[in-house]
């Protein structure tokens, strides 16, 4: 017969767990790890809630056309940040009626018309200024070289005058001798003097055209003169009604600019 028999022994008891809960533990405590850093380490926004009225910095200011009209351009966009005097919209006031029937609208047709009309009559004066002057330049060189001509053919003369004045005195020295006929030597006196009325028909058209020059040179200059007196005139006219029109303009329409930023 046996007889049991029972020891005690002191210490503690470890229960080991299954390794398939071991790392679900430590994915859990990496999970956790993670989070903290994270919602330590990052940035992220908060939602509030809060009642009231929210007003800018700068204050609102309300911008009002004017006149009434139709917007014909916006400069800017909703939400867009603006400066003082930014263009905010361009507002066309066509009055009553449909656009190009309204009073501004004919006035500025009509100020279009003058305007064409003013820049072709400057076209006009300044193409007939220089055809006149270009005219007038081309005879101006004629008649440079006809009094070239008339100073060599005036020379010429005079040195047949001269030849023919030697011949003439030798001629009379053998009459006086008995040598020479008096009909010949009246024919060299004759001859001389028609040289002589060629050289004086000479000087004369020389002198002639060198006072034409004269006059065509003056014919240049107030000609020029006068172009550019009308070209002044005329352009002080379309700048006038430049203004007139601008005017007209502005009188059409308005822009808006922003009184804050």
Known sequence: VMVGSRSHLSGEILV??????QIIGYLLFGAALASVLFLSLSSYSRVELASGLIAPAAGVSLVVPTRDGVIANLSVREGQPVTVGTELATILANGVGSVGNSPADRIAAELAKQDASLAEQLNAAQASARAQIAQLGAEQVGLRAEIGQLRLQVGL??????SAQNDLDRARGLA???FVSGRDLR????????RKQGLAQLEQSLEAKRAASTENEQAMTQSSGQARAQVASLAAARAEVAQRAASAAGARSLV??????
């Open 16 to 21: 080991a767990l299954p390794r398939g809960w």
């Open 256 to 261: 808006l600019r922003a009184a804050i930023s």
């Open 187 to 194: 024919v060299r006196e004759e001859a001389l003097l028609v």
């Open 157 to 162: 003369q005079k040195a047949l005058i001269s």
């Open 176 to 178: 006086d001798r008995g």
